[in-house]
């Protein structure tokens, strides 16, 4: 039984923790190299213009926060009213045209 690369998890999170990961747009990026098989210049264009923002952009914490929260992709430290959770998820898949294992679980099992 393979289980892949063992060290394929780990450099992805190495990229997206060096993005910000949720402080800026570090994890969307990495859902696109994971479900898309892109290379990391590619994703990074994908997910800027999903964002309608530029590619430095991306690693700003600021202008990512503000962004995350306008779309409702979830936020580090969530305020009253934003997007948590399986919403913030439905709203990343829906946004980046990804499949995301709960979000289509969720669907199937609630029927939507």
């Known amino acids: 039984m393979g ?3 063992p060290l394929g998890m780990a450099v992805t999170h190495a990229i997206a923790s060096g993005m ?8 969307l990026v990495a ?3 994971i479900s898309k098989g892109m290379k990391l210049a590619e994703a990074k264009k ?3 213009d999903k964002l309608q923002v530029s590619v430095p952009d991306l690693t700003d ?3 990512m926060n503000e962004v995350r929260e306008d779309l409702k992709l979830g936020v580090l430290h969530p305020r009253g009213g934003s997007a ?6 439905f709203n ?3 946004l980046l045209g990804i499949d995301i294992n709960c979000v289509r679980r969720f669907r199937e099992n609630a029927s939507i």
């Open 3 to 5: 289980v892949g690369d």
């Open 20 to 27: 910000g990961g949720m402080r800026a747009a570090g994890d």
């Open 31 to 33: 859902r696109m190299q």
């Open 46 to 48: 994908y997910v800027a």
């Open 61 to 63: 914490p600021i202008i």
């Open 84 to 89: 948590k959770c399986m919403e913030a998820k």
């Open 92 to 94: 990343i898949a829906e």
